[in-house]
């Protein structure tokens, strides 16, 4: 088996701090910011706030459901926050970085998963990236947006 890689990123009009505490706020903020229909339901178990926050997330692709349960890390408090999927190991990023003195942000949203083997795998290979950087893309303008509002 492989391992796939998706990446998007986006420059917000917003400080990272601001960013970051919408990112790590899994009761109210972060599930805003998912896009529909693909984050179907988010549901948290523990926590809520940044690391140690465990939930469970239903997701809709391509007319396939796909269950996760997720462990949030902060790696870099502040400025990477990992949720881990307990159930697969696959491994999704939010990394900030600060641009003009931290009045706006670079956030890169990345994934990395492994690919089934033979011809289920190729076609992974082919379809997944290109699919979870749109999904990437419109999760960082909801986030912008909803930066933008507050």
Request: proline share 6%; net charge negative; no cysteine.
């Given at each position: ?35 529909k229909p693909y ?54 990023s939010f990394r ?23 011809l289920a795998g ?29």
């Open positions: 088996m492989s391992n796939i890689h998706a990446e998007a990123s986006a420059v917000i009009e917003a400080p990272s701090a601001q960013i970051y505490a919408i990112l790590a706020d899994y009761h109210q903020a972060h599930p805003a910011i998912l896009p984050f179907a339901e988010i549901h948290v178990e523990e926590g809520g706030r940044g690391a140690g926050t465990i939930f469970r997330l239903r997701m809709n692709v391509l007319g396939r459901e796909q269950l996760f349960r997720e462990v949030v890390t902060e790696p870099e408090p502040g400025r990477l926050l990992v949720e881990t999927d307990l159930y697969t190991g696959q491994a999704s900030l970085e600060p641009l003009d003195g931290g009045q706006r942000t670079r956030v890169t949203i990345a994934t990395d998963f492994k690919a089934s083997p033979g190729v076609m992974e290979r082919l379809l997944n990236p290109p699919i979870t950087r749109r999904i990437f893309q419109q999760e960082l303008r909801n986030l912008a947006e909803y930066a933008g509002r507050q």
